[in-house]
């Protein structure tokens, strides 16, 4: 199957339009996002794919979403985790829900049954699609790609030379397409990767990323996929113009007392390059090379981790950006757990504070 047989084409110029992807079993932020951006019948939404596994409600965020579909200005698109009903037999099920929940999960928790209350793998995909098999043809009649006058929305990504020829299996799951290039005359948005991985100037930011050479739009904000994740809205304005908006979970704390800093230039290394070099770990920041970009910068200690063959890699994504903040503004904490210094997201943008700038 390719892009053009599963694909919708819309006009959507003059209207206000939201995009969201990658909700990932979060109906609660999703539908505090729908209300921050104050979606209405007189909008047209878009949901990018990857509505489950992940989070937390992955049966309840897809009832919800299969409500939303039932009007006239509500759209979506498939992501390759939304493809679970129809991967129930694949080989690789079990591992894959060893690593995270997933619907399956939501799935036995609704009825009250666990992975050994079956006796096959087989018997589990046979017992979900006798009682779902009408929601794995809900997620089967979702086209692969819509098309509009400005923007083609997709996934993951597509074909570099002819869009139209795309595989359906390219256009979920292709990695990184936010480097790659295309040959359309129009923006290509896509969710799929987190837009942090790709780093500008070295700072971690979940906002929406905009290349205007290449014309691509990266809106996935690494909700449920990074620790300082949000969900991230796409709108595009009825003029044309664009801005976003986020929601995220994480705990607002005051800042009580102001810190600046002079002079930084900031690294960021996200998955999988995570490979480091140290000496010795010293108390609160250690001198480390990254190995992948052979370059110097401080890592928090807890951040590093033994690889297991003598080596040593970080544990998460790293920045070592410190943020400037003021006495009364709000920020959130991602990480209050090490010594003397708390990383904090302020905005879309993580970073260090000394741990006495905080209430
Ligand atoms: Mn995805």
Request: aromatic residues 10%; proline residues 3%; glycine residues 6%.
């Amino acid at each position: 199957m390719k892009l053009k047989d599963h694909y919708l084409s819309l006009a959507i110029r003059g209207k206000r339009t939201i995009v969201i992807s990658d909700i990932h079993g979060e109906k609660e932020l999703f539908q505090r996002l729908l209300q921050q951006v104050g979606f209405s019948d007189d909008d047209l939404l878009i949901i990018g794919g990857d509505i489950i596994d992940k989070g937390r409600d992955s049966i309840g965020t897809m009832r919800y979403v299969f409500e939303l579909l039932e009007r006239p200005n509500v759209y979506m698109i498939e992501g390759n985790c939304d493809r679970i009903l129809d991967e129930l037999y694949e080989d690789w099920l079990y591992d894959y829900m060893d690593r995270r929940r997933t619907w399956v999960h939501d799935y036995l928790d609704e009825v009250d049954r666990s992975l050994d209350d079956y006796d096959s793998q087989q018997q589990l995909g046979d017992d979900i699609l006798e009682k779902y098999s009408d929601y794995q043809a809900m997620f089967n009649t979702l086209p692969t790609a819509i098309e509009t006058e400005d923007y083609l929305f997709v996934h993951a990504g597509i074909d570099g030379v002819d869009y139209l020829e795309t595989a359906r299996e390219q256009a979920l799951n292709m990695p990184n397409f936010y480097t790659q290039s295309h040959q359309l005359d129009k923006y290509v948005v896509v969710g799929h990767y987190p837009a942090c991985n790709y780093v500008e100037h070295g700072i971690y930011c979940h906002d929406i990323k905009i290349n205007d050479a290449r014309k691509i739009i990266a809106i996935d904000g690494g909700n449920q996929v990074k620790p300082s994740g949000q969900l991230n809205a796409l709108i595009i304005e009825p003029d044309g113009s664009l801005c976003s908006e986020h929601v995220d979970d994480h705990p607002v704390q005051e800042v009580i007392q102001s810190f600046e800093v002079t002079v930084q230039s900031p690294h960021t290394f996200t998955f999988p390059e995570f490979d480091i070099m140290i000496e010795d770990i010293e108390p609160y920041f250690t001198k480390a090379v990254h190995t992948h970009s052979n370059t110097e910068f401080m890592v928090k200690s807890e951040y590093i981790q033994e690889d297991g063959t003598g080596g040593y890699r970080l544990k998460e994504d790293y920045t070592d950006l410190f943020l400037d903040v003021e006495a009364g503004e709000h920020v959130k904490v991602i990480d209050d757990t090490c010594s003397g210094y708390v990383l904090i997201k302020k905005g879309s943008i993580v970073g260090w504070v000394p741990e006495e700038v905080l209430a």
